[in-house]
């Protein structure tokens, strides 16, 4: 039998270094919890690519995966693990396929969320397929650009349905631009999406387990300050809103790593990218945040490992979709599909292990960011991103904050 106080957490990683040395260590200083009585120690491997026997056992407890969303080897892994061994994966491998925005677009508006009106149009060119002419020539349809247009609604936003770190996304405010970023969109299938106009707030909501930070977002600004320190932006029912929806999208799609954001005018909050299949958790980007950010990856991963929590793989859409259908009001839903994500998330058993097996988690943490051990993880990470000549001025810059942060959590 295996020893089930030893658990094995796997990083499938790509070309990050910072967070993944960050929880590494953390991971070695926490060394060990006590759950009900019971020592468990707690390590770390990177996985590496290679062969597999599909009945082959994997030694590890829990996955982390940062990879998959790209590179099919690690995908095709990820699936035979969860199906065949109950390893359990941030995020589901099934429901997270290569960044696919559509099919959450989809469930979010069957669910009653005010997702602005989206269209999809087909493909500019033709995609490279022998079978795609003689099907194009009889069952595609001639289809007027402009007309489509006038039904989302001037100005909107052409984005690739299965997006990602901005790519191809343009601001459309007239035919003429339309015309052009459709022509330049080739062989990427596109939505159409109404822009919310004069909004007072862009909140970006990173998500880890049942865990949610809403952060203010400046997408116009570098990325080293997108993520502005600014507390309490949003109103208290608003904020809860973010809360709710950004937990609600985790549990329907068995996502427990991922970011959403939503544009908030008023009281009305209105989610428009909640499919993140690796959301930015670099020191260099979240700086302030990344505290936070790197010590909730390590509780909810340790809360599924030592407590033997399996991976869902079925969504019990039905639940969801008998709360939508019904008459309650737009509150009154949310407060429903609230109570089945925190089912989901086990959020009241997860709260009792942090405060029991991880009470020492919080305390572990500030002192490793105060330590010279995360000064010399911040000065290489600014070294490989920024030119020489910008060194000096970033190190400053992180300093400052990373300062801040541990002011703000004495």
């Given amino acids: 039998m295996p020893d089930r106080t030893e658990h094995l957490l796997g990083l499938l990683l790509g070309t990050e270094e910072d967070w993944p040395r960050a929880f590494e260590e953390l991971v070695r200083r926490l060394g060990s919890v006590t759950a009900n009585g019971v020592e468990h120690t707690v390590s770390t491997e990177r996985i590496t690519i290679e062969p597999f026997d599909l009945r082959a056992k994997p030694r590890y407890n829990l996955v982390i995966d940062r990879l998959a969303y790209w590179y099919y080897v690690p995908r095709e892994w990820l699936k035979k693990i969860a199906l065949m061994d109950d390893v359990y994966t941030l995020n589901s491998p099934f429901t997270f396929q290569s960044m696919e925005k559509h099919a959450a677009y989809c469930a979010m508006m069957r669910l009653g969320l005010k997702v602005p009106n989206t269209w999809l149009v087909p493909y500019k060119n033709p995609v490279d397929h022998a079978k795609y002419a003689y099907t194009a020539a009889k069952y595609n349809r001639p289809f007027d650009l402009n007309a489509v247009a006038e039904q989302v609604g001037y100005p909107m936003f052409m984005k690739p349905y299965d997006g990602g770190a901005w790519r191809g996304v343009s601001r459309i405010g007239d035919p003429d631009t339309l015309h052009r970023a459709y022509d330049e969109s080739g ?38 300050d997108r ?13 809860a809103e973010v809360v709710t929806i950004s937990r609600l999208i985790n549990a ?6 991922n970011s959403c954001e939503s544009l908030v005018v008023g009281s009305e909050v209105y989610p428009i990218d909640y499919a993140n299949a690796c959301p ?29 929590r399996k ?11 008998e709360i939508a259908d019904s008459d309650r009001s737009y509150e009154e839903k949310l407060a429903e599909y609230l109570v089945l994500a925190n089912d989901y998330f086990e959020i009241e058993r997860y709260h009792e292990f942090c ?8 305390d572990m943490v500030r002192d490793w960011i105060a330590s010279d051990s995360f000064d010399t993880l911040l000065v290489e990470t600014v070294r490989s991103t920024y030119p ?10 992180f300093r400052g904050l990373i300062a801040l942060w541990l002011n703000d959590n004495p």
């Fill in 187 to 224: 062989e990427m299938l596109m939505h159409l999406q109404a822009a919310v106009e004069n909004y007072d707030s862009f909140a970006r909501s990173l998500t880890i387990g049942p865990d949610v930070m809403a952060m203010k977002f400046r997408p116009e600004l570098p990325m080293h």
């Fill in 227 to 239: 993520y502005a320190v600014q507390h309490d932006f949003l109103s208290a029912s608003a904020g």
């Fill in 252 to 257: 329907f799609f068995r996502w427990e790593f």
């Fill in 280 to 308: 930015d958790i670099s020191i260099t980007s979240l700086h302030y945040y990344f505290p936070w950010a790197i010590g909730s990856l390590l509780k909810w991963s340790v809360f599924c490992a030592v407590s033997g």
């Fill in 311 to 321: 991976p869902r793989l079925d969504l019990d859409t039905h639940r969801y979709f």
């Fill in 355 to 362: 405060a029991t097996a991880l009470s020492k988690v919080d």
């Fill in 388 to 397: 020489p000549a910008e060194h000096d001025r970033f190190l400053a810059h």
